[in-house]
């Protein structure tokens, strides 16, 4: 089992900033890869970013230039700052770890930007 806790969402202004993190416990070995995903108001769950345990990160196009993806390999833990925040940046933020191939998914974090 493996339990996914994120922290850091919250209300803020459009161009303001926030930093999200999610640390990961459990029955967790060598953990590759992992991400954030989003689900705006009444769209489906959309990839936001990853990264590897080597550092190779991948970004949607919506938040290139705005959102840093980042990790901590020996706290289990990885992060997201967003600046640059734009309303069409609400959303539920969920971090996102595959073991052995099965995903787990944090209980989701609030993000809301308004105009």
């Known amino acids: 089992q493996v339990r996914l806790v994120e922290s850091g969402g919250g209300l803020v202004q459009a161009g303001e900033s926030l930093r999200l993190s999610c640390a990961a416990s459990g029955n967790i070995f060598n953990i590759n890869l992992m991400g954030w995903y989003r689900q705006p108001p009444g769209k489906e769950r959309e990839l936001v970013a990853t990264?590897?345990?080597?550092?190779?990160?991948n970004y949607a196009d919506s938040v290139k230039g705005r959102f840093t993806i980042s990790r901590d390999n020996a706290k289990n833990t990885v992060y997201l700052q967003m600046n640059n925040l734009k309303p069409e940046d609400t959303a539920v933020f969920y971090c996102y770890v595959p073991v052995f191939s099965f995903p787990y998914w944090g209980q989701g974090t609030q993000v809301t930007v308004s105009s």
């Open positions: 990264i590897t345990s080597g550092g190779t990160t």
